[in-house]
């Protein structure tokens, strides 16, 4: 059984960062091309970055672009985000997913999400 899980959402004022992480486990991380996907309060879900298999190509949505940065290691099976100069807007529950930009709602398969609130 495919598990993502991510972490190191919270609280924090805007212009600040944070650090996600997804754990993934069950299947080859390594071969999946990953996303993280947002859901702010009262809206759908939102593609905001993805990464090859690789991790030598990456893909971001214009609200996140030159603020946000995916990374992965596959030797962990770990997904990252780290996300700078945080806006109110960002506000949302993010998840990663298996699959690009293009295919990830295909797939299906994402975590329990972790919060991100910024706020001051």
């Known amino acids: 059984e495919v598990q993502l899980v991510e972490s190191g959402g919270g609280l924090v004022q805007p212009g600040g960062s944070l650090r996600l992480s997804c754990a993934a486990s069950g299947c080859t991380f390594s071969i999946y091309a990953m996303s993280w996907v947002r859901q702010a309060p009262g809206k759908g879900l939102e593609w905001v970055s993805d990464?090859?298999?690789?991790?030598?190509?990456?893909s971001y949505a214009d609200s996140v672009k030159g603020r946000f940065t995916i990374s992965r290691d596959n030797a962990k099976n770990t997904l990252y985000l780290q996300m700078n100069s945080l806006k109110p807007e960002d506000t949302a529950v993010y998840y990663c997913?298996?699959?690009?930009?293009?295919?990830?709602?295909?797939?299906?398969?994402w975590g329990q999400g972790t919060q991100v609130t910024v706020s001051s």
């Open positions: 997913a298996n699959g690009g930009q293009r295919i990830w709602r295909i797939i299906g398969r």
């Open positions: 990464i090859k298999s690789g991790g030598g190509s990456t």
